[in-house]
Structures are given as C-alpha cells and as structure tokens.
C-alpha cells in the first residue's frame, strides 16, 4: 500500500509540474530593480535521485537581459536537466523559471575571485539543426568554446522511503563542449581527448600536437582544453 501511495505521489507532482503555468511578471513582488524579469512559478518536485542543479546553493548573479537591461546581485540557480535559470525572490522566498529568450548572460558569483559566465547561444550543428542553450563561457575568440553543464538520466538507484526501497531513476553531470569554428558553426564534443580535437582540425595536426607537447597538455579537463584554443587562437 505505502510503495503503491509514494508511486501515486509521485505521478501527481510529475503530472503537476508539468501542467502549472503560472506566468507572471515577476517584478510585481519586487518593482524597484526586477521590473524587467519574466517568467514562470517554479516548483520543484523529489522525481529523480540527484541534484538537478550546476550550483546547489542559491548564488548571488547577475544578469544580462536581452533587451539590454542589467541586474545586479540577485539569486539565481542554473537548472542543468532543464536548461533552465531559476531565480528566487528573496523578499517573499517564491521560485521562478525565468523565461529563456529575455536571458543574454548571466554570471554566478561565488565569490569575487569566482565568477562563472553563462551566455545562452543559438547551437547549429549536423546533430542538432538549431537550439538555444546555456553555456559557461570557456574562451572567445577566433575560435570559442563553450561548455553546456547539462544533466542526463545515467541510470537507476533504490530511494528508501519508511524501510522500504523504491527503483529511482538517477540524474548525474554529462557536460558537453561546444566550439564555434571559423565557419561559425558549432562542433559538439561530449568527451576532452586528442582523438576527437585532431578530427576537428586535421589541417592544424602538425601545430596541435606541437603546443599539446610544449605546454604538457593531456586534454583530460576543461581547463587544458581551454589552453589549447587559446594557444590555437593565437596562431590561426
């Protein structure tokens, strides 16, 4: 009876979720510097085992708007299954999903030595005719790379409820890396290693596999990935 009430449970926050529309102007809880924010109420429901967020705290941001607008230190997450901004008013604590088109940039600030930028970017690739997505800013220029935190289903776990254990599916991180090439289309990498960068450029092997040897690059992380089309940049 209880697994048959927790599944029933469940459904019916899935199901309501998925239904709510509560559109509003989210600046009628706060006029005096959200005037310009809109979106939805957001309302989060225990549907998968994991965090469905890149940042699990609530981080003071700022925001870029699409119509040019600038808002300063207010408390944003960045919902990595959804792709979606969540902002929460902190005059009367409710949650909204700001709606995806007025967002250019954003940037989370964990602290002032670390500030994340997210832009959202209109993705064009053979696997993906035309989408727009968040991405965390990695570097601009020549060529630029962009990284998507996105959260996927990985798999199944057992939630335990009241001593009894329930099969779950379960989320967990599964960035993709996108670099926008000359052509100004985007090539996706959903894994860092030299293999899948070298058939990107196989014009530029020669010089690739020179600045990976001289600046003891492995291309296991982001960070050395960044390295490396920041060296590129400099000589294309």
Not at 110 to 136: A, C
Not at 162 to 187: D, E
Request: with cysteine; glycine share 4%.
């Amino acid at each position: 009876m209880k697994r048959f009430l927790f599944f029933l449970f469940l459904s019916i926050c899935i199901s309501t979720n998925a239904q709510i529309k509560d559109t509003v102007k989210v600046s009628n809880s706060d006029s005096v510097c959200l005037s310009k924010l809109t979106g939805e109420a957001y309302y989060e429901f225990i549907q998968y085992v994991g965090d469905q967020f890149y940042n699990t705290n609530w981080t003071k941001s700022d925001i870029l708007l699409a119509n040019g607008t600038m808002l300063y230190d207010i408390q944003l997450k960045y919902n990595g299954f959804l792709d979606e901004v969540i902002w929460m008013n902190t005059n009367n604590l409710r949650k909204f999903k700001l709606d995806k088109s007025s967002i250019n940039d954003f940037w989370l600030k964990n602290s002032t030595t670390d500030i994340i930028h997210f832009k959202r970017i209109n993705v064009t690739n053979t696997n993906n005719p035309s989408t727009e997505i968040f991405v965390e800013v990695g570097i601009e220029g020549k060529l630029s790379l962009y990284i998507q935190h996105k959260i996927k289903i990985d798999g199944e776990e057992d939630f335990y409820l009241n001593g009894h254990n329930y099969l779950l599916k379960s989320i967990g991180p599964k960035p993709l890396y996108y670099i926008n090439l000359q052509s100004n289309n985007f090539a996706m990498l959903d894994k860092i290693n030299r293999i899948n960068l070298l058939k990107l450029f196989p014009e530029h092997k020669i010089e690739i596999q020179k600045i990976m040897r001289l600046n003891h690059l492995n291309l296991k992380t982001p960070q050395d990935l960044i390295k490396l089309i920041d060296l590129l940049n400099k000589i294309l």
